[in-house]
């Protein structure tokens, strides 16, 4: 009783417009993973159409607020299906939707592969850099005996070697997913 009266408290008055305005809904929709969470059983043709869309359905057998009720279990349903949107199997399946059907995206999948690469990129450089940070702490210790200097000089070109292009790609990368965002709205 108490958490519906606190809720009650915090709801805010719509205003009627909000409910006459249209929704704009492209043609196109979805060109990006999309997953469903099922709180009831009320939804279930919903989450029926959303499976043989191909979309991740994750259920819990609660009630339309269960977030108010168990919000840890909403939170890691939620992760589930964030989780399935953001593995490398669910990005590079990314698929574009047209009137005639769904057609696999190059572009995207491109752009896929090239951030793939940029992680392994930025894991490697970083890795790298880590080295030669503690590399150069050993050489010190050891009054900077020339084959451990070798090595921490090794280690710092890998880094700068990986990590700057793989930074300016992930900047692209960033750009082309911002920019396809906003074309979407």
């Known amino acids: 009783e ?8 915090e709801l ?17 929709w979805p060109d990006a993973p999309c997953g469903y969470l099922r709180l009831s059983r009320a939804y279930d043709d919903a989450a029926g159409r ?16 269960h977030m108010l009720v168990d919000p840890v279990a909403v939170a890691d349903a939620l992760e589930t299906v964030i ?28 752009r896929q592969r090239a951030a793939r690469l940029v992680d392994l990129g930025r894991r490697v450089g970083f890795g790298a850099l880590a ?4 590399l ?12 451990v200097v070798s090595l921490v000089i090794a280690a710092l070109v890998v880094a ?4 700057l292009p793989a930074i300016v790609m992930g900047y692209g990368i960033a750009a082309a997913e911002r920019e396809d965002r906003e074309r979407r709205v």
């Open 2 to 9: 108490e958490m519906r009266e606190r809720f009650a408290r």
């Open 131 to 134: 080295a030669a940070i503690v």
């Open 50 to 65: 959303a499976q043989r869309l191909g979309w991740g359905v994750t259920r819990i057998d609660a009630g339309h607020l």
């Open 12 to 28: 805010a008055p719509l205003p009627r417009r909000l409910f006459d305005e249209p929704i704009p809904v492209p043609a196109e």
């Open 160 to 163: 700068c070697l990986t990590l």
């Open 83 to 110: 989780g399935r949107l953001v593995t490398p199997t669910a990005a590079s399946s990314r698929t574009m939707v047209t009137a005639g059907g769904s057609a696999a995206d190059p572009v995207l999948a491109t």
């Open 136 to 147: 150069f702490a050993v050489a010190l210790y050891w009054d900077l005996p020339s084959p």
